[in-house]
Nanobody, 124 residues
Framework: QLQLVESGGGLVQPGGSLRLSCAASGFTFSGYAIGWFRQVPGKEREGVSCISSAGGSTNYADSVKGRFTISRDNAKKTAYLQMNSLKSEDTAVYYC?????????????????WGQGTQVTVSS
């Protein structure tokens, strides 16, 4: 059974950093692109970043470009989202999901097998 589990969220002050992890099981992790998404109450889930199956291609939303870095370790079946210079507007529940390709900004319609999410709160 394909499963993704996010971890690493928490409370951080503005300007701080967090690293989110997305651990996979039940499928050939190296065969799938991974996307990170986020959602705040009352708003649609939005794509933040994605990485291709081999890790050679990445894409970022303009709002996080230069601050967030996506990576993956196929041997460990884990993807990561390093978040630096965090802002209050980054506060959201962050989800990872698997898809076939990372082309442009990840769309929720192109990714599936969602994890349960991890809360990130940026506040002083």
């Amino acid at each position: 059974q394909l499963q993704l589990v996010e971890s690493g969220g928490g409370l951080v002050q503005p300007g701080g950093s967090l690293r989110l992890s997305c651990a996979a099981s039940g499928f050939t992790f190296s065969g799938y692109a991974i996307g990170w998404f986020r959602q705040v109450p009352g708003k649609e889930r939005e794509g933040v970043s994605c990485i291709s199956s081999a890790g050679g291609s990445t894409n970022y939303a303009d709002s996080v470009k230069g601050r967030f870095t996506i990576s993956r370790d196929n041997a460990k079946k884990t993807a990561y989202l390093q978040m630096n210079s965090l802002k209050s507007e980054d506060t959201a529940v962050y989800y990872c999901a698997a898809g076939r390709y990372c082309v442009g900004l990840p769309l929720t319609s192109s990714f599936g097998s969602w994890g349960q999410g991890t809360q990130v709160t940026v506040s002083s």
